[in-house]
């Protein structure tokens, strides 16, 4: 199974930004039944749950709560990170996973980087 990231970039503080990883070679049915989530690994530093989402449940990183909105369009095998309102602090690598059965599945990551 491969990920396809597309979406980071350069924005300035209070910009914003929408990820996508797309799942093109995933059955359907695979890919809405898969735990779907973002990760980000700041310079310098661990990687980090940003968002999950799970059926209609979501779940989210603390600090940005209110700002991010993890979504899905299973017709399109695709998973979405809307980020509004950025910080210097939202910058990093940010990496999609499905996570089918106890298998993980991660995209390659996409750069963000929020400039002061």
């Known amino acids: 199974v491969q990920l396809q990231a597309s979406g980071g970039g350069l924005v300035q503080t209070g910009g914003s930004l929408r990820l996508s990883c797309k799942a093109p070679g995933m059955i359907t049915s695979t890919f809405w039944s898969a735990e779907k989530a973002w990760y980000r690994q700041p310079p310098g530093n661990q990687?980090?749950?940003?968002?999950?989402?799970?059926?209609?449940?979501?779940n989210y990183l603390d600090s940005v709560k209110g700002r991010f909105t993890i979504s899905r369009d299973n017709s399109k095998k695709t998973l979405n990170l809307q980020m509004n309102s950025l910080r210097p602090e939202d910058t990093a690598v940010y990496y999609c996973k499905l996570r089918i059965g106890e298998r993980d599945y991660w995209g390659p990551g996409t750069l963000v980087t929020v400039s002061s």
């Open positions: 990687r980090e749950l940003v968002a999950q989402i799970s059926g209609d449940s979501t």
